[in-house]
T-cell receptor
Framework: GQSLEQPSEVTAVEGAIVQINCTYQ??????LSWYQQHDGGAPTFLSY????GLEETGRFSSFLSRSDSYGYLLLQELQMKDSASYFCAVERGDKIIFGKGTRLHILP | NAGVTQTPKFQVLKTGQSMTLQCAQD?????MYWYRQDPGMGLRLIYY???????DKGEVPNGYNVSRLNKREFSLRLESAAPSQTSVYFCASSAQTGNQETQYFGPGTRLLVL
């Protein structure tokens, strides 16, 4: 089988750093992706890790460790507009499998 | 360049009614997908089409049919709607760059079945 596990909710303070973890039980995938979805909106692509290690894109970074079946999304200098749901996803053949998402709450 | 478009944006149906959700993309992508999203359940794949002329079942295909009309269009049909099909439906298309696949989502269709 294949599954991705994420915390259902995370709360952080504006200006702080938050890490959203994703553990997976699947094999034979190419890499780990992250998507962001604001309330009432559609998911949008954030980042992709094809290799182990850290990928940085502005305030967002993503990490993958295949040996630990683990990845995370790191958001720095949190802004209120970062309040959203974040999904990790893996590609399996012709399909992408999504985690159930982590709702990020940001406190002022 | 509109990306992925979906119609309608909202729909209310009575149990047993039928309807077709339309999706089109103008990015020349081969692969297209239909997902449903329910609270706490994330995105669940209903059907997908890896290329024009092919369709395959996803995780939750029961009660749905699809048609890949051409490379641009991928429609989802509910033959006899049930309250359990109340959900938000997203269409997506994907681009492959090396080993990286990126999905582009439409704005969604919010469906209420009474």
């Amino acid at each position: 089988g294949q599954s991705l596990e994420q915390p259902s909710e995370v709360t952080a303070v504006e200006g702080a750093i938050v890490q959203i973890n994703c553990t997976y039980q699947t094999s034979g995938f190419y890499g780990l992706s992250w998507y962001q979805q604001h309330d009432g909106g559609a998911p949008t692509f954030l980042s992709y890790n094809g290799l182990d290690g850290l990928e940085e894109t502005g305030r967002f970074s993503s990490f993958l460790s295949r040996s630990d079946s683990y990845g995370y999304l790191l958001l720095q200098e949190l802004q209120m507009k970062d309040s959203a749901s974040y999904f990790c996803a893996v590609e399996r053949g012709d399909k992408i499998i999504f985690g159930k998402g982590t709702r990020l709450h940001i406190l002022p | 360049n509109a990306g992925v478009t979906q119609t309608p944006k909202f729909q209310v149906l009575k149990t047993g009614q039928s309807m077709t959700l339309q999706c089109a993309q103008d990015m020349n992508h081969n692969s297209m997908y239909w997902y449903r999203q329910d609270p706490g359940m994330g995105l669940r794949l209903i059907y997908y089409s890896a290329s024009e002329g092919t369709t395959d079942k996803g995780e939750v295909p029961n009660g749905y049919n699809v048609s890949r009309l051409n490379k641009r269009e991928f429609s989802l049909r509910l033959e006899s709607a049930a309250p359990s099909q109340t959900s938000v439906y997203f269409c997506a298309s994907s681009a492959q760059t090396g080993n990286q696949e990126t999905q582009y989502f439409g704005p969604g269709t919010r469906l209420l079945v009474l």
